[in-house]
């Protein structure tokens, strides 16, 4: 029965992958017999600098460092290690107790915790057994939690569909606006997590339309003052709606922000420049050439000559001058990745 058990342990600790960084090659082939035996998947470095390129490009899921090494200490790797990969558990080791960097170094850096070297590894088995279950844990809880933002998500796309399903315009407009501000933002170079907030924000812009009455949302003749200030609630209407989910706090600004203006004028809150968060006013640029270049029930789609003219025009007035000068270059040279955006929800 107990063989059994480990057995299973053996097995189950195949999943995990374990990088031991020590300048001692000693330690190190030390440490991978040990933990071979235990079933880990085990990687040595005796470089610490070879360390931090390895997380980089491969995945680990605990980390044993020695705390003095040469070129630079285990705290040094630690905030290298920081600054990109803030999950990665980590046990450093230390030669002496007295020689353990402080406890508020420790906490700052997020070290899950340390031991003294020793002939035994008993006490660092122990440790690295209850960092694996707090990994699990961990990932028991990631999983839980996409599930609930998937769920969410599906409630707010049908949120989406119900102002869709209103409003024909609206049709196909969140999707375009995504992909356009998307697509400015791969042109712009901004990271993975940014071109992810585009999306989503571009996505749920209109959200708040849901709370605009259907008289005004669908008046095919031009809106009066009154009828105005009530379709200009719709990105606070929108910011209530999407608040209550931390899941999606960063694209808030966007929400927010859709209709502000460079000059200032806009709505809700009358930023202006670089005031105005970046996201948003790359939203607003996507949103405003769709606007363009739709067709309403008031009037036709207008021709890119008039969209194009329309941009130079209010470039530093409406638009942030860089992104329109950015914007105007994908018209006029890049036309058919607009295009194929566009045939998508035609």
Known sequence: MRK???LLKKEKNKNYKILAVDDEEGI???LSIFLKRSGYEFTGVTNPKEAVEKVKNEHFDLMILDFIMTPIHGDQVVEEIRKFNKELYILLLTGHKD????LETIKKLDIQGYCEKSDKFDQLLLLIESGIKSIEQMNEIKKINKELENSYLESIETL????EAKDTYTRGHSDRVSEIAVLIGKKVNLPDDQIRLL??????????KIGVPD?????????????????KNHPSIGVHILSTATIFKDIIPIIKHHHERYDGHGYPSQLKGTNIPYLARITTIADSFDAMSSKRTYRDSLPLETVIAEFERCKGTQFDPELTDLFLDILKNHFDEIRAIQRKYE
């Open 215 to 231: 008289s005004i949302l669908l008046k095919d003749s031009k809106l009066t003052d009154v009828e105005y200030s009530e379709i």
């Open 160 to 163: 989406r569909y119900t102002v």
């Open 99 to 102: 020689l353990a960097p402080p």
């Open 28 to 30: 190190i082939d030390s």
């Open 199 to 208: 999306q989503i924000g571009g996505l749920f812009h209109d959200i708040g």
């Open 4 to 6: 059994g058990l480990q």
